[in-house]
């Protein structure tokens, strides 16, 4: 693996205190917060509006009513993980969870409530209390990214602030002790399609999301191409846990040939009542599960699968119809209207459903203060693996974490103090993978490291991803966003493939079929990828109670 990507000498600089790079929950959080202690520059792959956050239909999770706890909230989802949640990371979230939602209220997301006034909670897969607040029915991230960039919009007129706008962070910048002093970044659709500036700073923050663009079908944006997770591992990083996947269950069924972003049923229709039928109309996750529709995502995919293979079909049944259409329309107006632009009617007709690449439980591994192994560099969201999750992320735990941890990174910030700028130093590079090799990226993932996994399968991933050849497009050397990105699918892919071939087990997110039993006495630990002085990506197991 490179220790950077190959790109021209930067031909601009910009200077700031604190670049944060990604613009959903977790990076505008710390991004609003951060101002104070400098000067800021925010980084976003697309528009301000157009983070991952807004994309999140089901809702907050947090323990808001009196008759809640956040030690529930904590059971909850240490259940939901496998055994493999870090019990201090988890007592973060759901002690300082609650705080944080109702700051998110008093800079006016606009949650929804109850004819009383209080706020309206439902409940999701996994969780055995009503704690999931919502806004817009089955829009509560565009609501939360919205009342967020209504802040930042409010004092984009602050010269401590910069937004940069459809910009690709190519690299962490290092200096010569190893600390990260700032990123190469790309804006996208300016300039020469190859060129590239530096932002320079004493602090770089992540917050770039996902990855759902290594598999097939996702219901990841297509940004979503791993550049953080990459571009911190080849900066000196370790990147955890990223064998643990987590494939929604219900995700509208387009076809077989359907690839790309699919549209996403949120979980909490199923919180409403919808069931799962198979094709012969039978509820089959009454059998399954002693919550039925509202298991923990990894078991209802895994008896989608199961059931799909069975009857030979590619999809199984969301029955929602009794619900009624005025409840559908006044509670998911975003699904019902996602379902008829495609020709299904949920209050009359059943929805097909199969399962879809949806989440990371694994990233890059940072601490209860968001640090990572690089000094400078710290990391919060989806791109960071904190050890909340486990192997299974608890239903709308993620708006939760992003929130919570991009404000923990500021207070750790602003107790330490700043550090001093450095001067960044050059690493070894290589020529980016050439674009054309994405769909065989995605192809081999899905084939062989999806819901199901075994031996063979990840070996034949594993040898297709080795094969892939950098810059070979065309007859010339590629360096370009697509490259870029395709690059970094290519490191995470391979990451990935190899974490999930050396954990021997199933648990949580990690399914596989050649040893389906959890084995707490090898793999209850965490599998940390990082590269070593020669480049090579090594596999460190750490056992949970070294933690």
């Known amino acids: 693996m490179p220790a950077a990507l190959g790109a021209p000498a930067p031909g601009w600089t910009i200077e700031a205190d604190v670049i944060v790079v990604g613009s959903g929950i977790a990076g505008l959080a710390a991004a609003l917060s951060v101002r104070e202690l400098g000067r800021v520059l925010l980084v976003t792959k697309t528009e301000l509006e157009a983070g991952a956050t807004s994309w999140a239909q089901g809702g907050i999770a947090a323990a808001l009513d009196p008759e809640d706890s956040p030690a529930a909230h904590l059971a909850d989802t240490v259940a939901a993980g496998g055994g493999l949640c870090d019990p201090e990371a988890v007592r973060v979230l759901v002690t300082e969870g609650p705080r944080r939602v109702r700051e998110l209220v008093s800079l006016g997301t606009a949650f929804e409530r109850t004819a009383s006034g209080e706020l309206a909670l439902t409940r999701e897969g996994g969780h055995l209390r009503h704690r999931i607040a919502h806004a817009g029915g089955d829009a509560t991230g565009r609501e939360i990214s919205r009342a967020l960039v209504a802040q930042l ?152 699968v199961d059931v799909m293979q069975a009857s030979g079909t ?46 990371a439980s694994g990233g890059v591994r940072v601490d209860t203060w968001g640090r990572t192994r690089v000094p400078g560099l710290l990391a919060c969201g989806e791109v960071s693996a904190t050890g909340v999750h486990g192997a299974n992320r ?21 107790a330490e103090g700043l550090p001093s700028p450095g001067d960044p130093v050059d690493r070894p590079r290589s020529v980016p993978i050439a674009g054309a090799w994405r769909p065989s990226i995605q192809a081999a993932m899905t084939a062989g490291v999806g819901v199901r996994r075994d031996a063979s399968g990840l070996a034949d991933t594993a040898r297709a991803l080795a094969a892939m050849p950098a810059g070979a497009e065309e007859g010339r050397e590629q360096v370009s966003t697509d490259a870029w990105e395709t690059s970094n699918l290519h490191t995470v892919a391979s990451v990935l493939t190899a974490a999930a071939t050396t954990r021997e087990e199933s648990r949580g997110g990690h399914w596989r079929t050649d040893a389906p039993d959890t084995d707490d006495a090898q793999w209850r630990g965490r599998l940390v990828a990082r590269r070593d002085r020669d480049g090579a990506v090594v596999l460190d197991y750490l056992p949970l109670e070294d933690e």
């Open 394 to 414: 608890l239903a709308s735990n993620s708006l939760l974490e992003g929130l919570v941890w991009g404000y923990r990174i500021v207070d750790y910030l602003r």
């Open 153 to 304: 919009t409010a004092v984009k007129s602050d010269p401590r602030i910069t937004v940069v706008e459809h910009a690709l962070v190519v690299d962490v910048l290092t200096d010569a002790d190893g600390r990260a002093c700032g990123v190469t970044l790309h804006v996208i659709g300016e300039g020469t399609r190859d060129g590239v500036g530096a932002a320079l700073g004493r602090v770089v923050v992540l917050a770039t999301g996902g990855l759902g663009q290594v598999y097939s079908a996702t219901t990841n944006p297509p940004v979503a191409t791993g550049d953080g997770v990459a571009a911190a591992l080849r900066a000196g990083a370790g990147v955890a846990d990223l064998e643990f996947v987590q494939f929604h269950p219900t995700v509208l069924w387009l076809g077989p040939d359907s690839v790309g972003q699919q549209p996403l049923i949120s979980e909490a229709l199923r919180g409403e009542g919808a069931v799962l039928r198979d094709p012969d109309g039978h509820r089959f996750m009454l059998e399954r599960h002693r919550l039925a529709e509202l298991a923990p995502r990894d078991k209802v995919a895994a008896a989608e």
């Open 314 to 359: 590619d999809h199984v049944w969301l029955d929602a119809r009794h619900l009624g259409a005025d409840f559908l329309l006044e509670r998911f107006p975003s699904i019902v209207a996602s379902c008829r632009s495609h020709g299904i009617d949920p209050a009359t007709d059943l929805v097909p459903v199969a399962p879809a690449q949806h989440y």
